[in-house]
């Protein structure tokens, strides 16, 4: 559930037309409500109730500050996979013992600003990162709080294992965690660390995940791990269960939050820990639209192609993984919708967000929005065709602000330099 809804024949965000804003930001804009942020946190984490846990939003879900920071008012925490997002959540003021940094290859650059925040905990992800990291900690004279990233081999997708290929981590030919049994060596190696120190588990199977089998299968793997680390002498305090709930962005029906802790209480329930998650897309992706407006229509032999001003380097997940975003008129229509093709201005034929969709007759200047599209949507926008990135507003209630405005042209460009050779020649005229 969102709370973008028509009201009086439009689109609104909450209590905001979507129109009024594109008319003060212009178009294309990424749009997120407040009150849906905040419902989505609140259904999780009611749904896990008075178990010990704590939610780590994965800010690279979303990475805008505003949106970390309205997470993070909430309870959550951060999981971080870089030092970029790790001075992200810092500056929306994330408590250090509230952030996770994840990722298989983390620098020891990286791990030395993480050791300088004093985060709640490091998950590793090869034994050779693991080598880096207590190097650095004794360097530095402290102790890294560690979980060890085991990969369960287990099929994420078992329905779609191809057209979902990319976003599962949790399989044996995947870059991700080290595999059991073999990780039960690295902890063997750990205990004998003096830079780190262990205190959980950690795992996370792949993104985008509609059945609760997967989960279930790796959380019973899970426990095991648990119970054979703890006969094997480990104090293993904390379990990570990492993220990964799908969402409806057309017709897929994930377990609700609800069946989701059930799988999770099911299998790790008495194993007395700390439990934490990593979710990004079920706390974003349905509070974010991303509005365009029609630039132009034409009619190729019969096929209506719907030209918009938003294009791949804004929103890349149709052209990335050929994922299928709801695109709904602003101003309801009463006209009998037509399948259209709708693209963006890119010059490469993967610059297409939907095909054949449904829409109602438009005009030039009408506005559309991209449903769901609040998860990976801005955190993986590009300058692609050097186009400016687009502004982000975050709506709360009646009140909307924007929490990034437009890039410029001059910021833009600002970045680059000549090298010495061709700064001095005249010019190419
Ligand atoms: N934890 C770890 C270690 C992750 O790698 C990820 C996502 C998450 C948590 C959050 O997963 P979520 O709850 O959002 O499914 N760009 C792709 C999704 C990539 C997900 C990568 N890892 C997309 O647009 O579909």
């Not at 299998?267 to 934490?276: F, M, Q, S, W, Y």
Request: proline residues 7%; contains cysteine.
């Amino acid at each position: 559930m969102d709370h973008f809804n028509y009201r009086g024949g439009e689109l609104l965000a909450e209590d905001v037309p979507l129109a009024r804003i594109a008319q003060q930001v212009g178009t294309p804009f990424y749009c997120y409500s407040t009150a849906t942020l905040r419902r989505h946190y609140r259904v999780l984490s009611e749904a896990l109730g008075k178990t010990n846990h704590r939610i780590y939003y994965a800010v690279k879900a979303n990475s805008n500050i505003a949106v970390i920071r309205t997470l993070g008012e909430m309870g959550a925490g951060a999981d971080v996979v870089s030092e970029g997002e790790l001075r992200r959540a810092q500056a929306a003021g994330i408590p250090s013992d509230r952030i996770v940094f994840e990722g298989p290859g983390k620098t020891r650059a990286e791990l030395a600003y993480a050791l300088s925040a004093d985060i709640h905990q490091f998950n590793i992800e090869s034994d050779a990162e693991l080598l880096a990291l207590d190097d650095v900690a004794r360097g530095w004279g402290v102790v890294a709080p560690i979980a060890v990233r085991v990969n369960p081999n287990v099929e994420a997708h078992p329905d779609d294992p191809h057209e979902l290929d990319g976003i599962a981590t949790g399989r044996k030919r995947d870059k991700f965690g080290i595999l059991w049994p073999a990780a039960r060596a690295t902890y063997r190696a750990a205990a004998g660390m003096s830079g780190v120190k262990v205190v959980g588990v950690a795992m996370h199977i792949g993104s985008q995940i509609t059945d609760t089998k997967p989960f279930s299968q790796a959380f019973a793997k899970l426990r095991e791990i648990v119970e054979t680390l703890r006969a094997d002498g480990h104090d293993i305090q904390r379990v990570d269960l990492g993220g990964g709930l799908g969402v409806p962005y057309t017709n897929e029906t994930p377990p609700s939050p609800a069946d989701y802790a059930r799988a999770v209480l099911r299998e790790t329930g008495k194993l007395d820990c700390e439990l934490a998650f990593q979710p990004g897309r079920m706390l974003v992706a349905n509070a974010g639209v991303l509005v365009t407006r029609v630039t132009y229509e034409k009619d190729a032999e019969g096929i209506r192609i719907v030209m918009v001003d938003a294009a791949m380097n804004d929103l890349v997940r149709p052209a990335m993984y050929k994922a299928v975003h709801t695109i709904v008129p602003v101003r309801a229509d009463s006209g009998k919708p037509r399948p259209a093709d709708v693209v963006g201005p890119i010059c490469e034929s993967s610059d297409r967000f939907a095909k054949d969709w449904p829409l109602p007759p438009l005009s030039p200047g009408d506005l559309l929005a991209m449903r769901t599209a609040g998860a990976y949507g801005a955190s993986m926008a590009s300058n692609y065709n050097t186009r400016l990135l687009v502004p982000e507003v975050l709506v709360n209630g009646s009140e909307f602000a924007v929490i990034r405005p437009r890039q410029t042209y001059e910021s833009l460009l600002a970045g680059e330099a000549l090298p010495p050779w061709l700064a001095k020649t005249p010019g190419v005229g």
